[in-house]
């Protein structure tokens, strides 16, 4: 009873088969989306426009890739896919910080030349 499937296999079974007799290809720009992920985390305390910048590239080159993959999942090894995975993931964390210190050191530049304009100079060079 247990055994009745064994006739007809399934169509990931042939695609890992045909995998594991003819080896798997690294999925494109993997190792790149995870090392720019990586870098636009610690990038993001550059400004925040490094880490914007590296991690919308590592977002872009990961939405290729997915693609690809997704096209034709059997042909390209689990490392590499995982790889891409944790990058996506490192870029998106690097993007969302590098945009939060951005808006606010744009906001603390807009605050100190608010407070600096606003300042009675006149009055303060004539006390000298």
């Known amino acids: 009873m247990e055994n009745q499937n064994q006739g007809t296999p399934n169509p990931q ?14 999925l494109p720009n993997a190792t790149a989306v995870l090392v720019l992920g990586i870098i636009s985390i610690v990038g993001c305390f550059c400004y925040g426009i490094i880490g914007l910048i590296l991690g919308i ?15 034709n999942p ?5 490392t590499s896919v995982k790889n891409m995975k944790a990058g996506k993931i490192c870029a998106i964390i690097g993007t969302c910080c590098s ?3 951005f808006v606010v050191l744009i906001i603390y530049i807009v605050f100190i030349g608010t407070v600096l304009t606003a300042m009675p100079w006149e009055s303060l060079m004539r006390g000298h």
């Open 13 to 26: 079974q042939v695609n890992q088969q045909f995998s594991q007799q003819f080896g798997q290809q690294q």
């Open 57 to 71: 590239i590592a977002l872009v080159l990961a939405s290729k890739a997915n693609t690809l993959y997704q096209q």
């Open 74 to 78: 059997g042909a390209y090894s689990e």
């Open 99 to 101: 945009a939060v210190y």
